[in-house]
């Protein structure tokens, strides 16, 4: 029986983590529906470890503790991945992890290629793309949140998606085996998911299925600069990852709506208008902005918000009694963990 693979490579900020939460959570209600996600965990960092140079130097294989680096047990889990391939009848097989995309100039392609292929000849890739402005500023949020960079650094540096880097799996895949997906579109009809299963499967209707809430929310202008303050001091290193904050904690302090300041925009606007047009290139309908349109806000230190960031502080200061300052640093940032997880 001829199967295909489907390989789900982003792009990043466009619904990854909903998709890939939906897929697990319906792993065994798929397979009635001739779709199997294999595997154990929410994506595929095990297929994308194995076609990396450097394993142990991503983020993904020593957050939380992991070591999916690690041969022995790379190993065993793709051993595992192989089985449930093998033994299953269904025709179609999903793979998924949006690093596959932002590290495409990384990865072997021809050896992932090769891999997928020992299970089907034909492979697809599916990639979403969306409007390159709103994903700057998703982009931006998001290393803020996760201690990837701080605002400052966002700011000296926009992280413009190159979405170019499709041309890595044009080049090994064939242009006749993506399946180019409009994240805005699917989002502004609330269908994410049902568009996703749609590519695989046409009319398969999914409404039988079990819902996620998986969904990386967005927070406040001021909130984000909290959080970019305080991982300054306690952000992302090797041996803390700031992913452990529990953002819902800061969903109620200010409510403005992030922007980057126009000076920031300026230094890459040739960028994001070269998006724009590989974009449309490619068959989509994103308009570029208006520059001049555009509303730049600033953070507003109302009396409410700045409330709600004393009394932060406040539960904050308390850990720091009576500490050996030595200790202080250490003993603040497990305090962290604990409070923002209550």
């Not at 020593?62 to 041969?71: H, T």
């Not at 089907?120 to 709103?134: G, N, Q, T």
């Not at 202008?221 to 953002?247: Q, V």
Request: hydrophobic letters at 35%.
């Amino acid at each position: 029986m001829a199967k295909t693979i489907f390989l789900h490579i982003g792009s990043p900020k466009t619904g990854s983590t909903s998709i890939q939460s939906w897929l697990a959570k319906n792993k065994f209600e798929l397979e009635k529906n001739d779709i199997l996600y294999p595997g154990s965990i929410k994506r595929h960092n095990f297929i994308l470890s194995m076609v990396h140079p450097n394993p142990e130097t991503l983020r993904m294989n020593y957050s939380y503790g992991r070591n999916y680096f690690k041969e022995d047990i790379l190993s065993a889990e793709l051993e595992k991945i192989d089985n449930e391939i093998r033994s299953s009848n269904c025709k179609n097989i999903i793979f998924s992890n949006e690093n596959f995309f932002t590290m495409s100039n990384t990865l072997n392609l021809k050896e992932l290629k090769s891999y997928l292929n020992k299970y089907a000849e034909r492979i697809k890739i599916i990639v979403y793309f969306r409007d390159p402005l709103k994903l700057l500023l998703s982009r931006s949020q998001e290393q803020i949140k996760s201690g990837v960079r701080t605002f400052e650094k966002v700011c000296n540096n926009p992280p413009v998606l190159n979405c170019t880097l499709v041309k890595d799996y044009i080049e090994i895949f064939g242009i006749d085996n993506l399946i180019l997906l409009d994240f805005d579109s699917a989002v502004l009809k609330d269908n994410l998911i049902q568009n996703f299963i749609n590519s695989i499967i046409p009319n398969l209707q999914i409404n039988q299925l079990k819902e996620t809430e998986v969904k990386n929310k967005g927070l406040s202008f001021e909130a984000l600069l909290l959080i970019s303050e305080l991982n300054k001091e306690y952000g992302y290193k090797k041996d803390w990852d700031s992913r452990f904050i529990k953002y819902s904690t800061f969903e109620g302090i200010g409510n403005t709506k992030f922007s980057l300041p126009k000076e920031s925009l300026e230094k890459v606007k040739d960028r994001i208008e070269n998006q724009y047009k590989f974009l449309n290139d490619l068959g989509f309908d994103f308009k570029a902005p208006n520059w001049s349109d555009i509303k730049y806000t600033q953070p507003d230190w109302s009396f409410n918000t700045t409330r709600q960031l004393f009394e932060l502080i406040s539960n904050m200061s308390e850990a720091l009694k009576n500490k050996d300052l030595k200790k202080a640093k250490f003993y603040v940032r497990n305090e962290l963990i604990k409070r923002l997880k209550d």
